[in-house]
T-cell receptor, first 115, second 111 residues
């Protein structure tokens, strides 16, 4: 079974703090993604990565950065947390093998509250 | 127009009935379509995907795709209270490996 893990289920940070969210997958997947999910807005893509040290902006990258130094690990960084970044953060991975439909598998999520 | 549209619901069905969840999309180049189930406070889990016109069955679930009419649906037969969740429709656009998600339909199955 695919396993995607995230470093924290719940996190409370103060405005202006630098926040690190970690995601690890154990299936040798090439692609990894970071989303945030807010009521009424659905899942919105922040950043994604197709390979080690490679990153692409998603739909809402402002205020975030990412790092992928190893294939299995994809980190989301909030440079200076703000209250409007309070949200559920979801990591996902997929494996673009031939014949794959690029289905994504999600981690359990991190509920971040910025006060 | 949103790329992926779903009725937010809630869709209420009695236990044992067929639940029908629908999704329409705007990009005719979309190639693959996915249904995810998300329980409250949990992350989405993949139910099934479909990329050819017609029906695809997996247990109590059937996905239906009609590319000409640009809709995809999910039927849940013999609905159970444990099926109560939000169902997310997603698609993959041509040439990309990203998924675009709808905002989900909330399903309530009453005993």
């Amino acid at each position: 079974d695919v396993k995607v893990t995230q470093s924290s289920r719940y996190l409370v940070k103060r405005t202006g703090e630098k926040v690190f969210l970690e995601c690890v997958q154990d299936m040798d997947h090439e692609n990894m993604f970071w989303y945030r999910q807010d009521p009424g807005l659905g899942l919105r893509l922040i950043y994604f990565s197709y390979d080690v040290k490679m990153k692409e902006k998603g739909d809402i990258p402002e205020g975030y950065s990412v790092s992928r130094e190893k294939k299995e690990r994809f980190s989301l960084i909030l440079e200076s947390a703000s209250t409007n970044q309070t949200s559920m953060y979801l990591c996902a991975s997929s494996f673009p093998r031939q014949g794959s439909s690029y289905e994504q598998y999600f981690g359990p999520g991190t509920r971040l509250t910025v006060t | 127009q949103k790329e992926v549209e779903q009725n937010s619901g809630p869709l209420s069905v009695p236990e044992g009935a067929i639940a029908s969840l629908n999704c329409t999309y705007s990009d005719r180049g979309s190639q693959s379509f996915f249904w995810y189930r998300q329980y409250s406070g949990k992350s989405p889990e993949l139910i099934m995907f479909i990329y050819s016109n017609g029906d695809k069955e997996d247990g109590r679930f059937t996905a239906q795709l009609n590319k000409a009419s640009q809709y995809v649906s999910l039927l849940i037969r013999d609905s159970q209270p444990s099926d109560s969740a939000t169902y997310l429709c997603a698609l993959m656009n041509t040439g990309f490996q990203k998924l675009v998600f709808g905002t989900g339909t909330r399903l309530l199955v009453s005993p």
